[in-house]
């Protein structure tokens, strides 16, 4: 009988039934935050959520457009209030969102050092401009190679960050399945890398994809 394929999840917060194998840390490169002209936030991610929380807590203040459902759910168990959270959220379409919605809003975007969208440059052609700040950034955590996934591994990455950390620290095998949390993330992906798409955004149904396939 053919012994089970281990799942290897990279994300920071471990996860009962799967290898914690992170690839991801942050860190806050902001000591304040300029809220006085804006009255609109919008998050990309929980982390950026806790880490405005670290900064100063007034942002609960403010009315927030929340970008995925673990972000949604980190503002509202820190008592912010969300006035928008979007069905979809990647690139063009979630910024055609803010822009029929948002026309006469000062927004504020939170965001980590990198993103994979120019959510400002698009939304400036729809004549909506978007304040920015970078409040934190990810770092890479390293491994020597004796900690690569084994032959056959299911792999499951939360992010773009967590796949661009995964191949500077290992090499990708041909026998490796990916399991991505959405569109945004799978584009990052070696060419000729086997995977699946969760079924929702979420970690746990990235777990749940990963299950079906043992």
């Not at 799967?18 to 991801?24: D, F, K, Q, R």
């Not at 972000?71 to 379409?93: A, C, D, M, R, W």
């Not at 029929?100 to 909506?128: A, M």
């Amino acid at each position: 009988m053919r012994e089970k394929r281990p799942i290897y999840l990279l994300s920071p917060k471990p996860k009962e039934g799967v290898i914690s194998l992170p690839m991801i840390s942050f860190d806050q490169v902001a000591d304040h935050i300029d809220l006085s002209l804006c009255d609109t936030l919008m998050f990309t991610s929980k982390q950026a959520v806790v880490t405005a929380e670290a900064i100063d807590p007034k942002w609960r203040d403010i009315p927030a457009i929340a970008i995925g459902s673990a972000t949604k759910k980190q503002i509202e168990l820190l008592s912010g209030t969300v006035i928008f959270h979007p069905q979809n959220f990647y690139g063009e379409k979630l910024a055609e969102d803010i822009a029929d919605f948002f026309v006469d809003r000062q927004i504020l975007y939170l965001r980590p050092e990198k993103i994979t969208f120019d959510s400002r440059g698009y939304l400036s052609k729809r004549d909506i401009i978007l304040q920015e700040q970078i409040i934190y950034k990810t770092i890479c955590v390293e491994y020597s190679s004796k900690m690569q996934p084994p032959n056959d591994a299911i792999i499951i990455f939360t992010s773009p960050s967590t796949i661009d950390c995964f191949l500077k620290n290992f090499d990708w095998l041909s026998s490796y399945t990916a399991i991505v949390i959405g569109k945004s993330t799978k584009v990052h992906l070696p060419p000729d890398a086997k995977f699946l798409v969760a079924d929702t955004p979420l970690i746990d149904a990235c777990v749940d994809k990963a299950k079906t396939i043992l």
